[in-house]
């Protein structure tokens, strides 16, 4: 497969509600897709990074500048996925844009040979269960009331956005309104270890995880809390490669790991990650960046591999947008289905995907 070039796409995509963590809140997407070229195929890739450096250091006008000066220049001579880690692994970081790029080249490869990504990962399920985020809300009654309306939608599990002084609360309210749904927690690090003892008070529920409590650098901070709570302790931000999974792993600083193919590098990583994570038998369970139907179709390939053995959170379209630029992924019964055709099996739709460009840039090679 000979590479021509690749476009960089911004779309700006509003929510159909605030989504409030304990870093801030999102109210629209500002989304950078990477479309690959070559004589044979195109290919998408989608960049998971969020407008500023808040859930990690990455943010979306970065990635768009290290694709145009470092990355896209650096894979003028590679003819396929496997070569772009190798052709990237001199820059630092960016692991959200080279997550993009990769992507794209690997959708475009396995595109030209009709080959489904899901097949390709080693996926073995042809739909998978689906849980859903809940963020921060103003009130316990906003909070029920999104959950009651996420249960009644048939997600299998729901995942709660904490943070201090918004925790037992929450928790306890959905507990007492549901009772045994399964029902995890989220931090994304707004917790220290000195904060031990209150979050052992999350203990009574039975949550299945709690998410990134600490600094995504506390790798050690984990492995201190995780002896003082009894809720299994689940890592995300930390998370940032196969090495840094068998670290957290061998430290006892996670029972559980929240695989984002973004967050790490891409999805090639995200196998190796639960390659390591299964060895070990650690379950692991696909994550979400807000993804449009581009993300979130690979995403639901990963998901359907053996050792996700926890719903993810690859929740329907509409869980946050209105019109998506793909055809929609719909809820069935909880789940949602594994693309079937080549590659990510998935492609944008012309009108929706022009109605929110927001600017295209081509790099030739
Ligand atoms: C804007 S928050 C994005 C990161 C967050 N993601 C979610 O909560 C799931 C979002 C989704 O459903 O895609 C996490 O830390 O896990
Ligand atoms: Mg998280």
Not at 346 to 351: D, R
Request: hydrophobic residues 45%.
């Amino acid at each position: 497969m000979k590479l021509t070039g690749f476009e960089l796409r911004r779309i700006s995509m509003p929510l159909v509600s605030p989504f409030r963590t304990s870093f801030g809140t999102e109210t629209t997407r500002d989304v950078l897709l990477v479309r690959a070229v070559s004589t044979e195929a195109e290919g998408w890739g989608e960049c998971v990074a969020m407008s500023g450096p808040l859930y990690s250091s990455e943010y979306v006008d970065a990635a768009a500048d290290v694709l145009r000066r470092f990355f896209v220049p650096a894979l003028a001579s590679v003819d396929s996925a496997v070569g772009v880690g190798p052709a990237l692994s001199r820059f630092h970081g960016h692991r959200m844009a080279k997550a993009a790029v990769e992507t794209a080249v690997l959708d475009a490869e396995l595109r030209a040979e009709n080959r489904p990504l899901a097949r390709e990962l080693g996926a073995v399920r042809d739909r998978v269960p689906c849980g859903v985020s809940v963020g921060i809300m103003d009130s316990i009654g906003e909070l029920l009331d999104a959950v009651g309306g996420y249960l009644e939608q048939g997600y299998v599990r729901i995942k709660l956005k904490i943070q201090p002084g918004w925790d037992v609360e929450p928790v306890r309210a959905v507990r007492e309104q549901f009772g045994d749904i399964l029902l995890q927690v989220d931090a994304n690090t707004a917790y220290t270890l000195s904060d031990a003892r209150h979050l052992a008070r999350l203990d009574p529920f039975d949550l299945l995880l709690i998410e990134q409590p600490l600094d995504e650098e506390d790798v050690l901070g984990h492995a201190d809390l995780a002896q003082q709570i009894s809720t299994p302790v689940c890592l995300d931000e930390s998370i940032t490669s196969a090495r840094a999974a068998a670290a957290a792993i061998r430290l006892r600083a996670c029972a559980i790991v929240n695989i984002k193919p973004g967050r790490v590098g891409g999805y090639l990583e995200a196998r190796r990650i639960h390659d390591v994570c299964v060895a070990n038998d650690i379950p692991v369970w696909c994550g979400g960046m807000l993804e449009t139907g581009i993300g979130r179709a690979a995403n639901v390939a990963l998901a359907a591999l053996p050792g996700c053995t926890l719903p993810g959170d690859t929740s329907a379209s509409d869980r946050y947008f209105r019109t998506d630029i793909t055809v929609p992924f719909t809820l069935d019964n909880g789940h949602l289905p594994v693309p079937t055709s080549g590659g990510i099996g998935i492609e944008p739709l012309e009108a929706e995907l022009a109605a929110v460009t927001t600017s295209t840039e081509w790099l030739p090679l």
